[in-house]
Structures are given as structure tokens and as C-alpha cells.
């Protein structure tokens, strides 16, 4: 009979990474993420298998299924679980360094063969499910929400207009490429990250992010 790893009632999250578990929990997490994010990277999706995740992580099926629920369950933690180890936002100096550390950050995780399977995996199946459109929708307003203070800071500097939208400029920077990511399925370039920096901050300049005066 299959040894497994039983979580008692209070080791279970109410919704995948709605806690941060210690201890035994969160190493089968870590391993069963780990997990996840191999076989997403090797293999997208679709083709993503509740088992073969227990067997690579060397944890219990019947605890994966439990815990998790569904491969949409476990892309979802996984997303919440990327979203808490993102790096910190740059503090450069200028709007401008910042957004431009902000796309090369972008355009690295894009164009690493790794994590850029990952991301295309993880889109798809946001395509697919509301859930996992929820968590990808969740983990990009936390990394807008952690990189919105470069945009106070260039507020107080007086780069931008006062009530410049933080979230709205940022989103300006990482769009074009994902557009070329997801959309069109080219690979962004450096010269790509560049360009959008280019143009948002002449459009926060100008004052396209911020309230208009009537």
C-alpha cells in the first residue's frame, strides 16, 4: 500500500496558497510546486498529470489530490507562490532606470527558456480557467503593487504630474512585450524593453496616466 503524507485539517489551506505552511507542509508544498513548475517547463499545460506530479515530487497521490485538487489548483499555487518570491522593485534614481530595470526584468523571465515555458504554460491555461485567470491576474497586480512605489518616487521628484496611475504606467512598460510573448509569438528584445521604456515615460510626461483637467 502507498505511503502517503497526511495533513490534518488545520495543515490544509482553505484555498491553494491562501497560508504560508511550516514545518512537514511546507516541504511536500515546495516539493509538489517544484514539481509543477518541471513539468509545465518540459511540457506546457495540457499535458500536465496530477500523478506523475506526486511520483516527481515524492509525495502521496491521494495528498496531491487533496491538497490541490486539480492541476488548476496546483498552477494557481503556484502563481501565489511566484508572486511571494518576486525580487523587490529597483530604486535608480530616475522613472526612467527604474522602468527600464522594471522591462529587463520582464524580457529576462520572457526570453529565459525556463521560466518563459513556464509563462506561456501558465497563460494558456488562464485561457482555459477562471481560477487560473484569477491567479495570474493576482500575481501581476502584486508585482505591479510592489513596483508602484518607483512612481511616488518620480511623482515627488517631479518627472510625472501628480495622481500619475502607478499601476496604468507600469503596465504601459511590460504590454508591448507581452503582446510580442503571447500574442504574436515572438521573442522580445532588448531593443523591444527599450522602446516601451522610450514611450512610457514620455507618455507619463505628458500627463497620459494622470487625471485629465476638465
Not at 490534518?8 to 491553494?16: F, G, I, L, V
Not at 534614481?93 to 527558456?113: E, F, I, K, M, Q
Request: hydrophobic share 45%; charged share 25%.
Amino acid at each position: 500500500m502507498e505511503q502517503e503524507t497526511r495533513l490534518s485539517e488545520t495543515d490544509r489551506p482553505s484555498a491553494p496558497g491562501s497560508v504560508r505552511p511550516g514545518g512537514r507542509t511546507a516541504k511536500v508544498r515546495r516539493a509538489v510546486l517544484d514539481a509543477t513548475e518541471d513539468a509545465l517547463a518540459a511540457s506546457g499545460f495540457h499535458t500536465l498529470n496530477m500523478d506523475q506530479i506526486a511520483v516527481s515530487a515524492g509525495v502521496g497521490k491521494t495528498t496531491v489530490y487533496r491538497r490541490w485538487g486539480s492541476s488548476v489548483g496546483l498552477i494557481a499555487d503556484l502563481l501565489h507562490d511566484m508572486a511571494e518570491q518576486s525580487l523587490p522593485a529597483a530604486d535608480t534614481g530616475s522613472l526612467a532606470g527604474d522602468l527600464r530595470a522594471n522591462a529587463a526584468l520582464v524580457h529576462r523571465t520572457l526570453t529565459d527558456p525556463r521560466m518563459g515555458a513556464v509563462f506561456r504554460a501558465v497563460i494558456a491555461a488562464a485561457a482555459c480557467d477562471e481560477e487560473c485567470a484569477a491567479a495570474l491576474r493576482g500575481f501581476y497586480r502584486t508585482r505591479l503593487e510592489e513596483w508602484a512605489p518607483v512612481v511616488t518616487r518620480a511623482v515627488s521628484r517631479g518627472e510625472v504630474p501628480v495622481g500619475t496611475d502607478a499601476l496604468e504606467l507600469l503596465r504601459a512598460v511590460s504590454a508591448p512585450l507581452y503582446y510580442r510573448f503571447a500574442v504574436t509569438h515572438e521573442e522580445p528584445s532588448e531593443a523591444d524593453a527599450e522602446r516601451a521604456v522610450t514611450a512610457a515615460v514620455a507618455a507619463a510626461a505628458a500627463g497620459a496616466f494622470a487625471p485629465r483637467e476638465d
